[in-house]
């Protein structure tokens, strides 16, 4: 346990589940390879300087993220949900690879949120000479600590801070395996920016129903779930083997731009047997940017009328995670489908 402050105002938990951020090379084997945790405190003196107290748990094992599975999510929520009352925020230190996933998840999983859960990472391990783990560390403290006039988290989501930026978690993807700047959220706006001040956008942040309610914290995921991806010269037994493969309950399909896919009568008869087998089907696009709208074009139409959802602006990330958290909690697919197409945490503009 670090006690950094003279004054203590806020109390922040530090969640350390892996990631580059926690690397150092190791000198015999040449490859990256996790260290303990306090090492990483060592190496953030400046975390000494907040006028907060900072708590640490730390994985055991480490994971790089590539290797997260739902059991993780399951883990961090449990963790949250048994230190809620403890703490004024949580920072997760995250691998980038696999956060966009955990922040989607997250913020499915934690209902009416009333507290910042800010996950961060780095592209260089933070003991590299030019790591961007210290500015991410430090900037998401200062963020988890935030508080208004009110005393109200001034950030009561779940987000990823960034390259000095802080995004909604469930709008976040990972754009660039080498810039700082690695990941994007292109459908909503930026959260807050890190300058010499940090700047809230306060009209984009969500705010609780009610400040003094304790948040639901939902612990049942099924995770029955596939993603096809179209592509020019897909063939009509791929097609088949994830449609209607009989180990699903939904299926995610990333068409093109606003959600258009094939005209091919062999594809929209399959879309059609899927639907009839009673699966669950969701519409998200490739693009970044933007959304579905399957009313434009002919190729968008014929697969509403086949009862594809719509996905909106969602990213697949986000959409991945909420319907985990949807089929987990819900058994009837009537009821799933009419949630995927509500805004539950900001995740869609709708
Ligand atoms: N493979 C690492 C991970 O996601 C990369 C990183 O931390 O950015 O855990």
Known sequence: MIQSSKHSKSAILL??????????????????????????????????????????????????SSDVEPSNWLELTRLIEEEYD????????????????????????????????????????????????????ISAVEIASAKDEQGHARVPEVCICFDNVLMRGNRTTKI?????????????????????SIKY???????PEDWNSKPIFHNKLDTRVSILKIHPGITPSVVREILCGTQTRAVIIETYGAGNAPSKGWFLSMVREAAAMGKI??????????????????????????????????????ALAKLFYLMGEIESDTDVKKYLETNLRGEISK
């Not at 306090?38 to 640490?56: R, Y």
């Not at 956008?201 to 705010?207: K, S, V, Y």
């Open 176 to 196: 660039n395996a080498d810039n700082f700047r690695a990941f994007r959220s292109a459908n909503w706006p930026l959260l807050a920016e890190a300058g010499i």
């Open 201 to 207: 956008n306060t009209p984009a942040i969500r705010i």
């Open 15 to 64: 969640i350390y589940t892996g990631g580059t951020i926690g690397m150092k090379e190791d000198p015999v084997e040449q490859t990256l390879k996790p260290f303990d945790f306090e090492q990483i405190l060592s190496e953030v003196p400046e975390l000494g300087k907040f006028a907060c107290k900072i708590d640490s748990r730390t994985f055991s094992p480490l994971i790089d």
């Open 281 to 318: 089907l969701l519409n998200v696009t490739q693009c970044i940017a933007g959304g579905v709208n399957m009313e434009i074009y002919a190729t968008g139409k014929g697969l509403k009328e086949a009862g594809v959802v719509n996905g909106y602006d969602s990213t697949t990330e986000s």
């Open 86 to 137: 403890n703490y004024d925020g949580f920072v997760i230190l995250h691998g980038t690879d696999t956060m966009a996933y955990s922040a989607s998840a997250l913020s499915f999983m934690i209902e009416g949120l009333t507290k910042p859960v800010i996950f961060t990472g780095s592209q260089l391990p933070i003991g590299a000479p030019r790591t961007d783990g210290k500015e991410n560390l």
